[in-house]
Nanobody
């Protein structure tokens, strides 16, 4: 069974930084692409950014220049470095993996983490 587990969330003052991690486990052979999403209170879930298996990235306009996504394929771990945080970045952040292949079960599909809370105080 594939699991994605986020960590690194917390409370930070505006202008500060946080680094989120997402560790994937469960006999994973490969993950085609990974992404970070977030859901702020009272709002719909939005895409923060994506990263392909080769490292190509795309970001939402609201985080471009402040957030950086990276991944360690050997560790099946996704990262989100968040700098210059703003109160409007307050949300639950979710990790997503697309096109997951298992070493012993073949194509799995997509998976989501349980989320980690990020709160930015003004």
């Amino acid at each position: 069974q594939v699991q994605l587990v986020e960590s690194g969330g917390g409370l930070v003052q505006a202008g500060g930084s946080l680094r989120l991690s997402c560790a994937a486990s469960g006999n994973i052979y490969s993950i085609t692409s990974m992404a970070w999403y977030r859901r702020a209170p009272g709002k719909r879930r939005e895409l923060v950014g994506t990263i392909g298996s080769g490292g190509s990235t795309n970001y939402a306009d609201s985080v471009t220049g402040r957030f950086t996504i990276s991944r360690d394929n050997a560790k099946n771990t996704l990262y989100l470095q968040m700098n210059s945080l703003k109160p409007e970045d307050t949300a639950v952040y979710y990790c997503n993996g697309k096109g997951i292949y298992s070493s012993n079960a073949g194509y799995i599909g997509d998976a989501w983490g349980q989320g980690t809370q990020v709160t930015v105080s003004s």
